[in-house]
């Protein structure tokens, strides 16, 4: 759930406002211990994202969203799964936070415990971007978009305002779902269903 920015937003620290020159990893990553409170990201460009508290509905959706995948994840052990506070670094570059993710068992196995502690190195297998009232949803699906260029191989897109989904694999059309019930994450993810009506 990102936020857009205005100089006028007291959420948002003075001198991230504006930030126009390129930032590297290292400075991101001392950013991010500067202000733990605020979900940063980080396009392959550089630019630095802000995005301020989430208001109460959507971080009702998102705990949700993230409770239903947690409890599947915990039974089904096939992979691991990951809220908001999650950082990967894509093959582009950018380093982003999906509102929530999963990946294989296999690749939380091949990290050392020094890498568990950092941004994952590699793109999430399964991407869900929940779209709050700040969003542009353009931009929204640009990302969905770059999760599936950089290794995603499945992607929600939610917007709770329209009850619409977006879903989004690697070569494939997108499919939109106009107020679907549940949705169904399978065969990446067997068995997972979530029951969508519950974020709106």
């Known amino acids: 759930m990102s936020h857009s920015l205005t100089k006028h937003d007291a959420q948002i620290p003075p001198d991230l406002i504006g930030v126009t ?8 990553e001392r950013l991010c211990r500067k202000y733990p409170d605020l979900r940063l990201e980080l ?4 630019e630095l994202i802000v995005m301020p508290p989430a208001g109460l509905q959507s971080s009702r959706s998102n705990f949700d969203l993230t409770y ?3 409890i599947w994840a915990k039974r089904d052990d096939t992979g691991i799964s990951f809220d908001s506070s999650a950082g ?3 093959p582009n570059g950018a380093i982003r936070g999906p509102d929530a993710s999963w990946i294989k068992r296999e690749k939380w196995d091949r990290l050392t415990d020094k890498q568990k502690e950092r941004f994952g190195p590699f793109c999430p297998d399964f991407v869900v971007e ?8 353009t931009q929204l699906r ?18 709770p305002r329209s009850h619409r ?6 070569d494939q059309e997108v499919v939109v779902l106009e107020n679907p019930e549940i949705l169904s994450a399978d065969p990446l993810l ?3 269903e979530l029951r969508i009506a519950e974020l709106w």
Not at 43 to 46: D, L
Not at 130 to 136: A, E, H, L, Q
Request: aromatic share 14%; charged share 20%.
């Open 165 to 170: 989904v977006y879903v989004y694999r690697p």
């Open 88 to 90: 990967f670094v894509l």
């Open 130 to 137: 929940v779209s709050s009232p700040g969003d542009r949803l």
């Open 190 to 192: 067997p068995g997972f």
């Open 142 to 159: 640009d990302k969905m978009l770059e999760y599936m260029e950089n290794g995603a191989s499945l992607g929600w897109l939610i917007d």
């Open 21 to 28: 020159r390129p930032v590297t990893h290292r400075q991101f």
């Open 68 to 70: 239903q995948l947690g």
């Open 43 to 46: 396009t392959s460009t550089g």
